[in-house]
Structures are given as structure tokens and as C-alpha cells.
């Protein structure tokens, strides 16, 4: 097949239609829902330091001792719901037993 450049505004092909100029809208107040605010972070740091960690947490981070990762994981996941979420706790708890052997 022989590729060649359809004229613009044509009504056939991949860039078929009436030809526009693409506009540049201001970004929406939807768009930053759910990221995470510098309050807030600095509150559930705060909460947490005082709280210390949950009952599995503190399993997930004995399992991080011995090397079970994908142990780990899978107790995270069933706790929390999805692989996106269990994936980001046991990133955390990784980051928790890092910082307790360094002090």
C-alpha cells in the first residue's frame, strides 16, 4: 500500500471532518481531586508517629523481614482491597523497616 497525505477537511480517512483549530481550555478544580495537600500530609504524618502501626502493618513488616515480599503483598491486598493499594502500603512499610534499621 502506498501512504499519501489526504487532504485536510476531507470527509474520508483517519483525520476526517471539518478542519478546527484545537482550543486551549483552562484546567479544571477536578482535575487535582484527590492529590494530596501539605495540611493534610503533615496531620497523617503526625497521627501516625503518635498512633504507631496497625496490627498488619506490623505483620507486613515482620514478613519484609524474613524476605517474603509477595507474602507481604498478598496480606496487604486482601486488607486493603486492590494490588494498587497493597502495592503502596508495602512500598510504605518497606520504607518504615529502612528508616528503623538506619536509627
Given at each position: 500500500y502506498k501512504s499519501f497525505n489526504m487532504?485536510?477537511?476531507c470527509p474520508v480517512g483517519i483525520e476526517k471532518g471539518h478542519a478546527v483549530t484545537k482550543r486551549t481550555l483552562k484546567a479544571r478544580p477536578s482535575t487535582r481531586?484527590?492529590?494530596?495537600?501539605?495540611?493534610?500530609?503533615?496531620?497523617?504524618?503526625?497521627?501516625?508517629?503518635?498512633t504507631?502501626?496497625?496490627?498488619?502493618?506490623?505483620?507486613?513488616?515482620?514478613?519484609?523481614?524474613v524476605g517474603k515480599d509477595?507474602?507481604?503483598?498478598?496480606?496487604a491486598k486482601k486488607k486493603?482491597?486492590?494490588h494498587k493499594r497493597g502495592k503502596a502500603k508495602r512500598e510504605e512499610m518497606q520504607n518504615v523497616l529502612r528508616k528503623s534499621r538506619k536509627a
Open positions: 487532504p485536510i477537511g481531586k484527590g492529590v494530596l495537600g501539605k495540611r493534610v500530609k503533615m496531620i497523617r504524618e503526625l497521627i501516625s508517629e503518635v504507631g502501626l496497625a496490627p498488619f502493618e506490623k505483620r507486613l513488616v515482620e514478613l519484609l523481614k509477595k507474602r507481604a503483598l498478598k496480606v486493603l482491597g486492590t
